[in-house]
């Protein structure tokens, strides 16, 4: 099955911007979607399809896709922002899914 | 309200088995594929296995292939999860998720607490 590719940590300064990558194969063909996980929490589902928020989750998460890559950027990260973010896809195949390593996001 | 909640984590040795389910609530629990995804400590998500809405197709991931079974019954809103020959790489958080295809695929809008599966 193909793989999904992110950064292990990232860093941003409380207020500016941050763009949190995930590449792979799949995503040529799907969609990314993007979660949020806190330390004990279990993962939460903060941007689907080519760029949807769930209900609930702030405007200033966004995502894009360029290629066989999908960003998540977060415009005016607030302390509540940092935790793990992680990208998924069905893989080329359609029959499993993929999920990327994660990224550790600090806000300082 | 929405939720999953998972059931059945110990503490079990290696080659033994252990049923999980997931009890879901607050929907039509008939309409959407479910899926399991695993946490080891300290690590990254891991898609674990899949199955349709109707329980007509599942798919699993390498790692589990042949050992895990996915299973559900829509009659009493509950998916499991049959791992069998349990290895101490199995040891992780195990999730249920709900995956609305609605709005894409993948897109997993609905997950439980998790319930921990050690294997020692």
């Known amino acids: 099955s193909s793989e999904l590719t992110q950064d292990p940590a990232v860093s941003v300064a409380l207020g500016q911007t941050v763009r949190i990558t995930c590449q792979g194969d799949?995503?040529?063909?799907?969609?990314a979607n993007w979660y949020q996980q806190k330390p004990g929490q279990a993962p939460v589902l903060v941007i689907y399809g080519k760029n949807n928020r769930p209900s609930g989750i702030p405007d200033r998460f966004s995502g894009s896709r360029s290629g066989n890559t999908a960003s998540l950027t977060i415009t005016g990260a607030q302390a509540e922002d940092e935790a793990e973010y992680s990208c998924n896809s069905w893989d080329s195949s359609g029959n499993v899914v993929v999920f990327g390593g994660g990224t550790k996001l600090t806000v300082l | 309200q929405v939720q999953l909640v998972e059931s059945g984590g110990g503490v079990v040795q290696p080659g033994r088995s252990l049923r999980l389910s997931c009890a879901a609530s607050?929907?039509?629990?008939?309409?959407?594929?479910m899926h399991w995804v695993r946490q080891a400590p300290g690590k990254g998500l891991e898609w674990v296995a899949v199955i349709w809405d109707d329980g007509s197709n599942k798919y699993y991931g390498d790692s589990v292939k042949g050992r895990f079974t996915i299973s559900r019954d829509n009659s009493k809103n509950t998916l499991h999860l049959q791992m069998n020959s349990l290895r101490a790489e199995d040891t992780a958080v195990y999730f249920c998720?709900?995956?609305?295809?609605?709005?894409?695929?993948?897109?997993?809008?609905?997950w439980g607490q998790g319930t921990m599966v050690t294997v020692s």
């Open positions: 607050g929907f039509s629990f008939s309409s959407y594929g």
């Open positions: 799949s995503l040529g063909i799907y969609y």
């Open positions: 998720a709900r995956e609305d295809t609605a709005v894409t695929r993948g897109a997993f809008d609905i």
